[in-house]
C-alpha cells in the first residue's frame, strides 16, 4: 500500500516514531536556498559575494560589500504529484505564496592602510518548506488496515483484557493504535483464547481505500556572519546560524467494506507535530587569482538540536451497520460507535544533521557576465539521534539503534550546481542554472533514484540605489 499503510506504520508506535533516521534526513535535505539572483543561477553562490545569500551561505562574501544594503524575498510555488495505487492514478495541485528570506548588510570601513575591508550581515530565511500532499484511491481485494493492527496485537500477544486496560473510558482515549480499533469494535480476539489470534469482520470482501497525506511547515534560519577582505584579493569570513524547525505531518486512512453485513468502514487519523531549535557555525574563504578566476571553500559544522519536540494525536471512527456483541452476558447488535482517540503521545529526542563541505570555481568574462560552479559534499549517515529523556541505558539502546539505520541506509552524496549570468544591457541581466541534489540514499536500500534535477532561469535589473530580480 502505497499511501496508508506505508506512511501509518512509518508514523505509529506505543512511544516514539519509528523512523528518527528519515526524519533527520528530512530536515538535513536542501535542494537550493538564497536570493532570486542566486536562485536563478542554480544556487551557486559558494564563490560570488556581495549577495545577500552570502550570510547564510559563505560570509567571505560578505567581504566584497562596499555600501549597505536591505533585502526582502518572496516566492510563488506551484507543485502537484501524482500517485498510482491499485491501477489507479489520481493527482493533487498545490499553490503557495510566501515570504522567504529578508537581510541587512551593514559595510565597514577600510582597515589599517586599507588593506582590510569588513562588513557585518543579519539575516532571515526559510531554508526548507514543506507543504504538499497527495491521495490515493482503489480497490483492496487482498487487505486492509485493520489487517495491520491485527498483527501488532499478535506480535505483542495482548488479549482483549490487556487492550482493555490500555483503555481511558474518561476520556475515551487509547494507548496503541491497536488499542484503539479494539475499543471501536474492528478487531476482536479469539473466541477460545480470549486473545491471540485477533480477527475483524468482514475479512473476505473487497475493500475501497482512500487516502490522503500532507505536510505543511518550515525550516527557518536566522544568521548573523562577518566578512572581510585583505587588498580586495583574499577574503574570508564566519558566521553563527540558528535554525528552527516547524512541520506537521497529517495522515488519514478511510476504508468501505463493500457489500458489508456488520460495519461499513473506518477512517483512521494521526497528525505529527515536530518543532525544534538547532546551532550551526561556517567558516568561509573566496579567492581572486586573477581577474577571471575565483576559488572558493565553505565549510558548516553540524547543526545541532538540543530538543526536538513532537506530538502525536489520532483517532478512529466506526461506522458500524450491526455489530455483534455483548453487554451483561447477553449478545446485543451494536449499530452506533463513539469515535475512540489515540492518546496524545509527546516525545523529545537530540538530533545532530551532517556537516558540509563545499567549494566554488567561476570565470568573469570581464563586466560582461560570469560562469559559477559549486560542489557541496553532504555525508548523511553521520546523522544522530539520541534522547535525555530516557535512562541512561535505554538512551544507549535508542541511538545504538537509530543510528546504525542511518550508518546502514545513508551515504555521502555530492550536491552540484552550475549557473550563469550574462548583462545584457547596463543595468539588466540574463541568468540561468542546473542543479543536481544527490539523494543521500544507499543502494541497499532500494533501487529508487531519489537525485533531484532544478533547471532555472531568471532577469534581474540593478541600479545604484535600487535592484530587482525574478527567478523561475
Request: hydrophobic share 35%; glycine share 12%; aromatic share 14%.
Amino acid at each position: 500500500m502505497a499511501f496508508g499503510i506505508g506512511l501509518f506504520i512509518a508514523f505509529t508506535g506505543n512511544s516514539q516514531v519509528v523512523s528518527y533516521p528519515f526524519v533527520g534526513k528530512t530536515f538535513s535535505t536542501s535542494t537550493g536556498f538564497g536570493t532570486a539572483r542566486m536562485l536563478g543561477m542554480g544556487g551557486s553562490f559558494n564563490v560570488l559575494g556581495a549577495d545577500i545569500t552570502s550570510i547564510s551561505g559563505n560570509p567571505a562574501g560578505l567581504g566584497f560589500y562596499n555600501r549597505n544594503e536591505l533585502s526582502i524575498s518572496g516566492s510563488l510555488g506551484f507543485s502537484n504529484i501524482g500517485s498510482n495505487y491499485i491501477g489507479n492514478q489520481t493527482s493533487t495541485t498545490e499553490n503557495d505564496v510566501n515570504f522567504t528570506g529578508l537581510g541587512l548588510v551593514l559595510a565597514g570601513e577600510e582597515y589599517a592602510q586599507g588593506d582590510w575591508k569588513g562588513s557585518f550581515g543579519f539575516a532571515y530565511s526559510k531554508q526548507l518548506m514543506f507543504k504538499q500532499s497527495f491521495s490515493n484511491i482503489g480497490i483492496n481485494n487482498a487487505s486492509s488496515m485493520l489487517d495491520y493492527f491485527i498483527q501488532q496485537a499478535n506480535k505483542k500477544g495482548e488479549t482483549g483484557t490487556s487492550l482493555d486496560d490500555q483503555y481511558d473510558s474518561n476520556s475515551n482515549t487509547a494507548l496503541s493504535p491497536e488499542a484503539v480499533a479494539y475499543q471501536s469494535y474492528l478487531i476482536n480476539p479469539d473466541a477460545k483464547s480470549g486473545g491471540v489470534p485477533f480477527n475483524r469482520f468482514e475479512a473476505s470482501l473487497p475493500t475501497r481505500q482512500e487516502g490522503y497525506a500532507s505536510m505543511n511547515g518550515y525550516q527557518s534560519q536566522w544568521d548573523i556572519s562577518y566578512g572581510a577582505s585583505y587588498q580586495q584579493k583574499f577574503y574570508i569570513g564566519g558566521g553563527i546560524h540558528f535554525t528552527r524547525i516547524n512541520s506537521t505531518l497529517s495522515n488519514s486512512w478511510r476504508e468501505t467494506f463493500v457489500g458489508a453485513k456488520y460495519v461499513d468502514g473506518f477512517t483512521y487519523s494521526e497528525n505529527l507535530e515536530t518543532s525544534g531549535k538547532g546551532l550551526s557555525v561556517s567558516l568561509g574563504m573566496i579567492y581572486k587569482v586573477n581577474s577571471s578566476i575565483r576559488v572558493a571553500l565553505n565549510f558548516q559544522t553540524p547543526t545541532y538540536y538540543e530538543q526536538v519536540n513532537e506530538q502525536l494525536t489520532g483517532g478512529m471512527v466506526t461506522r458500524a451497520i450491526s455489530i455483534p456483541s455483548y453487554s451483561n452476558g447477553s449478545p446485543v447488535n451494536i449499530t452506533k460507535v463513539s469515535p475512540v482517540s489515540l492518546a496524545t503521545n509527546e516525545f523529545t529526542y537530540q538530533l545532530t544533521t551532517p556537516m558540509r563541505i563545499g567549494g566554488g570555481l567561476a570565470y568573469f568574462l570581464g563586466r560582461k557576465g560570469f560562469i559559477s560552479l559549486d560542489l557541496e559534499m553532504v555525508d548523511y549517515s553521520n546523522i544522530k539521534i539520541g534522547s535525555q529523556e530516557l535512562s541512561y541505558s535505554a538512551n544507549q539502546q535508542f541511538k545504538n539503534k537509530y543510528n546504525s539505520i542511518a550508518s546502514k541506509y545513508f551515504q555521502t552524496d555530492l550536491n552540484v550546481k552550475f549557473g550563469a549570468e550574462y548583462r545584457v544591457a547596463s543595468n539588466f541581466s540574463l541568468r540561468a542554472g542546473i542543479a543536481q541534489f544527490g539523494g543521500g540514499y544507499q543502494k541497499s536500500y532500494d533501487s529508487i533514484d531519489r537525485n533531484i534535477w532544478q533547471f532555472s532561469g531568471g532577469f534581474g535589473y540593478r541600479s545604484n540605489d535600487f535592484y530587482w530580480d525574478i527567478v523561475t
